[in-house]
């Protein structure tokens, strides 16, 4: 039985938390009406260590939590059940193709194929985790976005962000995307989540982009499949001539390597790197509520501590329910009030002068110009990383 860490032992251990003292107790003759939650403070989950506002009867965290940051939250109203170090800047590794997904997949077509060419998979990374695709066949974007969610496939990334208008202009998009959603602490450099300098995100900004991708049916749908057939060689039409199967490489969803299949689970996205060590983002239902738990580089446990940690961080989550104030949201920042319209010029004052015509000129709007090239190298033989 996995042993709890109480409040007391909490502070103890020099952890942060924050709490809330219970309500006075009700007369018994009239029960009093249950506690509005108290708004968070803002700065909150921008402290160091375990961020947690508990109510009389909450739940104690799990005690066995080594990494280095990871945040639960609830995916309906967005608020951010408890945390640790939520705001750290730390590599995502392939936790990073949601953001990506989150921007290049309302900007491509959902459906039709693509030929995929030798120049939009010569810059994949060394050690790459691959689905597998070959320059010259014709694939289906469909499949090359189940190569995305499933296989992790680096090569599907390249080639869709060529189809996007290059790489450099899909990781200034991403960027875009993840300050739109309030996401600040992320920076990206390479779009699929590859170990490269400055590359960072946080357990906020992951939680950010995975509840944002729930809200995207086709995002949803590939986030959730287990398996797929994946097709090793199409005709011209993108049809495939013969396939072979691929399958989620995030344990929770499978049950895969000993890892038992959390139950509700609906997704999203695991990752590995050397840097980033391992990570995580899954979203869970019960009982018609949605949690989000995202964690990130545990510090013991071997290859699925990743795997167990965000389990007892749902498990938590689902029992905190009632029994926790938020300790923050992830719902993106209001947007800024547009600017008045400038007041009219006054008008000048009628002259004797004749009137000069009208000409109604209309200068035309500056087309603006999108493309990038990509050079080509030398494509090394991968090893598959998860």
Known sequence: MRRLLSCAAAMAAGMSVVVVPAPAAAAPAEPAPPRAAAPPDPALLHRPGVQLRPREGAPALPDDLSALSWLVADAGSGEVLAAHNAHLGLPPASTMKTLFALTALPALPRTGTHTVTDAELADVGAGSSLVGLDAGLTYRIADLWKGVFLSSGNDAVHVLAAMNGGWEQTAARMQARARALGATDTHVVSPDGYDAEGQVSSAYDLAVFGRAGLADPDFARYAALTDAPFPGDTDAEGRPTWTYGIENTNRLLTGEDGVGRYPGIVGIKNGYTSEAGYTLITAARRDGR??????????????????????????????????????????????????????????????????????????PTAALLTGAATTATALHRLRRRS
């Open 290 to 363: 949605t949690l989000l738990a995202t964690v990130m580089n545990p510090q013991r446990g071997g290859a699925f501590a990743v795997y167990e940690e965000t389990r007892a961080l749902l498990d938590w989550g689902f029992a905190a329910a009632g029994h926790v104030d938020p300790v923050g949201s992830l719902q993106p920042p209001p947007k800024k009030p547009a600017r008045p319209a400038a007041a009219p010029a006054p008008v000048a004052a009628a002259s004797s002068a004749p009137e000069e015509p009208d000409y109604g000129y209309v200068w």
